[in-house]
């Protein structure tokens, strides 16, 4: 099946002579780069966003990725994505049409492809209503996500059971207005617990209280950290809300053992 996945995708990307690709280092665009990499060279020229919605350990790894597999990568910073500031439902069509838009005017006349697959599309994803609007192209729709970390093991990518890791915005109930210092807070919350080795998690904040979910396996870990009255007398002096951990786990898709 990877074999037959493969082919499919470099089928499809061999359509083109250039590629733009919406590359946020998630496992799915970097399937996708290093595919059309592979095909186009440094035709597939490989984007990444840069916002103040997104962890600076993320842009790091799309860096180190990029490097590490020769990727024609450029970054492109976007000050303010307009509208979004009360959080609302629609957030995410909202910043994918600027996301999308600042691209397109930056590469014009280019084909632009993103990493949405097959499982994205049964989900609630307004970003990808966005995409269609734009004529952006999804090569990776015809597979589900375990298909994707499967093929991406068998090419040997890093990034093969990389967690996955949405905005920061996602951190916050909709129509919340956030501020620059709380998305300061989750992010800091989160990169101390990934300096801690809990490396799929996330911080909510509702602009009183802080949860913290993570997988079931990583609660009791975690409780018995040997670590863990430090870790949250840290994030307590952060903030004066309450902090919780969710006994419900972090709902996620499913990962690769790792060998």
Same mark, same amino acid.
């Given at each position: ?47 990444? #966003?840069?916002?103040? &919605?997104?962890? %600076?350990?993320? /842009?790091?790894? !799309? +860096?180190?990725?990029?490097?590490? @597999? $020769? ?17 609302? #439902?629609?957030?995410? &069509?909202?910043? %994918?049409?600027? /996301?999308?838009? !600042? +691209?397109?005017?930056?590469?014009? @006349? $280019? ?149």
């Amino acid at each position: 099946m990877n074999i037959e996945n493969l082919m499919t995708l470099k089928s499809e990307i061999s359509k083109f002579n250039s590629l733009v690709i919406a590359y946020s280092g998630g496992v799915d665009s970097s399937l996708l780069a290093k595919v059309a990499t592979d095909i186009l060279g440094k035709n597939a020229i490989c984007v990444t #966003i840069q916002t103040d &919605y997104m962890s %600076k350990f993320e /842009i790091e790894e !799309t +860096i180190e990725f990029a490097k590490e @597999n $020769s990727l024609n990568h450029q970054i492109l910073k976007i000050d303010k994505v307009y509208d979004i500031d009360e959080n609302p #439902i629609e957030r995410c &069509y909202i910043c %994918k049409k600027q /996301i999308f838009n !600042t +691209i397109k005017n930056s590469f014009k @006349n $280019s084909t632009i492809a993103d990493g949405t697959n097959k499982d994205d599309l049964s989900e609630f994803r307004p970003g990808i209503k966005a995409a269609k609007e734009l004529n952006v192209i999804s090569p990776l729709d015809f597979m589900s996500k375990i298909e994707i970390r499967n093929l991406a093991k068998m090419l040997n990518l890093s990034t093969f059971n990389k967690p996955s890791r949405p905005c920061l915005l996602t951190r916050f109930p909709y129509n919340y207005k956030y501020d620059l210092e709380d998305i300061k807070l989750v992010q800091g919350v989160e990169n101390l617990l990934t300096k801690y080795g809990y490396n799929d998690i996330r911080a909510r904040f509702d602009g009183v209280n802080l949860k913290i979910e993570m997988p079931y396996l990583a609660m009791q870990k975690f409780i018995n950290d040997g670590e863990f009255k430090n870790i949250i007398k840290n994030i307590n002096s952060k903030f004066s809300g309450e902090i919780t951990l969710d006994l419900k786990g972090l709902k996620k898709d499913v990962l690769i053992e790792k060998r």
